[in-house]
C-alpha cells in the first residue's frame, strides 16, 4: 500500500484492533496488532458519497456512521449495505457526532439530535442531562484545531493557522483531523 493513496484524511474514529481514517479515496484503516495501513474495501464498498466529513465507530454496537453530502449513512461492522437515518443536515457549520449508551448524537452548533442507533431514525427523545453528556464518545474533535498550540510539531516545523509549517515557511501541510 503506498501511502500517497491516501488521500486527504477527513475524520478518524478508533475500534478495538484498528484506528479508521475517513479520506478522499475511501477508508483506510491502521491494525494496532500488525502495525499495518489497510484499505478498508468491504467498508468502502458501497458509499452512497465517497466525500466524508465525519467517520464514527460505535464501540457498543459494532456500527460505522459516516457524515457525508448532508446525509447521515450507517451500517453494521459485519453489514454489507450503507442505510440511510432520515436526519437531513447543513454541513457549513461546525458539526460533531457522537454516540452513548442510548443513541448516537448528532451536534450541530445549536442543537443535539438523538438518533436510534439501529435504525437511524429520529424519533427518539431524550433530555440532555449531565450525565448523558459526560457519557458521549464523540467523533475525532475537530473543535481541537483552534486549540493546536498544545500539540508539539515534529522537528523542524512548527504549528500556525491550522497548519503545519517548516521554519523557513516553503512548505506546509494543512491539518485536517487529530487523533
Same mark, same amino acid.
Given at each position: 500500500?503506498?501511502?500517497? *493513496? ?10 478495538? #484492533?484498528?484506528?479508521? /481514517?475517513?479520506? @478522499?479515496?475511501?477508508?483506510?484503516? =491502521?491494525?494496532?496488532? !500488525? @502495525?499495518?495501513?489497510? /484499505? ?14 465525519? %467517520?464514527?465507530? $460505535?464501540?457498543?454496537?459494532?456500527? /460505522?456512521?459516516? %457524515? ?5 449513512? #450507517?451500517?453494521?461492522? &459485519? ?9 437531513? &443536515? *447543513? &454541513? ?8 452513548? !449508551? ?5 451536534? $450541530?452548533? /445549536?442543537?443535539?439530535? #438523538? ?5 437511524? *431514525?429520529?424519533?427518539?427523545? =431524550?433530555? %440532555?442531562?449531565?450525565?448523558? #453528556? ?5 467523533? !475525532?474533535?475537530? =473543535? &481541537? %484545531?483552534?486549540?493546536?498550540?498544545? =500539540? ?9 493557522? *491550522? ?17
Amino acid at each position: 500500500m503506498i501511502l500517497n *493513496s491516501i488521500g486527504t484524511v477527513s475524520s478518524i474514529s478508533e475500534g478495538p #484492533f484498528k484506528i479508521y /481514517f475517513a479520506t @478522499d479515496n475511501g477508508i483506510f484503516s =491502521y491494525d494496532k496488532l !500488525d @502495525d499495518q495501513i489497510l /484499505f478498508e474495501n468491504t467498508i468502502s464498498r458501497l458509499i452512497p458519497n465517497k466525500k466524508i466529513k465525519i %467517520l464514527l465507530y $460505535d464501540k457498543l454496537r459494532d456500527y /460505522f456512521w459516516i %457524515l457525508s453530502n448532508n446525509k447521515l449513512y #450507517f451500517k453494521s461492522s &459485519l453489514g454489507i449495505h450503507w442505510r440511510e437515518s432520515d436526519i437531513d &443536515l *447543513s &454541513l457549513y457549520g461546525s458539526i460533531k457526532l457522537g454516540y452513548s !449508551d442510548e443513541s448516537i448524537i448528532v451536534y $450541530d452548533s /445549536f442543537n443535539y439530535v #438523538f438518533i436510534d442507533p439501529y435504525t437511524g *431514525s429520529t424519533n427518539r427523545e =431524550y433530555n %440532555l442531562t449531565s450525565d448523558i #453528556f459526560n457519557s458521549i464518545v464523540w467523533s !475525532d474533535p475537530l =473543535y &481541537l %484545531l483552534d486549540d493546536l498550540d498544545r =500539540y508539539l510539531a515534529p522537528d523542524g516545523w512548527e504549528i500556525r493557522n *491550522s497548519a503545519l509549517y517548516n521554519y523557513d515557511s516553503t512548505k506546509n501541510i494543512r491539518i485536517t483531523s487529530i487523533y
